[in-house]
């Protein structure tokens, strides 16, 4: 089997994500860098978005099956759980990360000029209401490592990165927050923000 191919730019919190459930599965891949918005882009992607895998001839786009697509079609401790109640939570997450923290958090909070506090005080009430849902486990979905993690540990870095001061006194974010950073996933995945 050929080592999946993906399109995109680790800046992108869905394209590091499905870099991330790469290196998790302990499959080999190859980041390749797309010309964004152009024809070859809107030929593999019909709304021109990031990150795409081509693999053994299939193009997979959106985040959820690419992640879903790298999991079930390599060998290797499942990063998705088995039974329906651990399997729900963990959508509820990766719901949370695509409707709230990517619009309210990721977008939301501009990279090259300071946020309005109206900007801030947006994303601020999202991670307080994600901080109140950690539970108690190292993970998000108990103790086993899910996509849930894979989806927020990157949008967390991005708002990190633009406004560290919105993760002030999020204590449970914070601490599994450190766990993630601290996985070679999340560190084989880094770049350096300034360089944007």
């Not at 997979?60 to 729900?88: H, K, M």
């Not at 719901?95 to 709230?100: G, M, P, T």
């Not at 993690?149 to 633009?162: F, T, V």
Request: hydrophobic share 40%; glycine share 6%; net charge negative.
């Amino acid at each position: 089997m050929t080592a999946p191919r993906i399109y995109g730019y680790l800046f992108s919190t869905w394209t590091r994500t499905a870099c991330m459930t790469c290196v998790e599965k302990g499959v080999d891949y190859e980041l390749v860098p797309i010309a964004y918005g152009s024809a070859d882009h809107a030929a593999m992607h019909p709304f021109s978005r990031i990150p795409v895998l081509v693999h053994n001839g299939k193009v997979v786009t959106e985040g959820l099956a690419i992640t879903s697509y790298v999991d079930e079609a390599f060998d290797s401790r499942p990063l998705q759980p088995t039974d329906l109640a651990g399997r729900t939570q963990m959508r509820e997450w990766l719901s949370r990360c695509a409707d709230y923290v990517f619009r309210d958090v990721v977008r939301n909070i501009p990279r090259k000029r300071t946020p309005t506090d109206e900007e801030l005080a947006t994303a601020r009430s999202v991670l307080e209401q994600l901080n109140a849902l950690v539970g108690s486990g190292p993970f998000l979905v108990g103790t086993n490592l899910t996509l849930a993690d894979l989806y927020l540990a990157p949008q967390l870095s991005n708002a990190r990165e633009k406004a560290p001061e919105l993760l002030d006194s999020l204590d449970a974010l914070d601490g599994w927050f450190g766990r993630m950073a601290d996985r070679d996933s999340f560190q084989l995945t880094s770049y350096d923000p300034a360089a944007l």
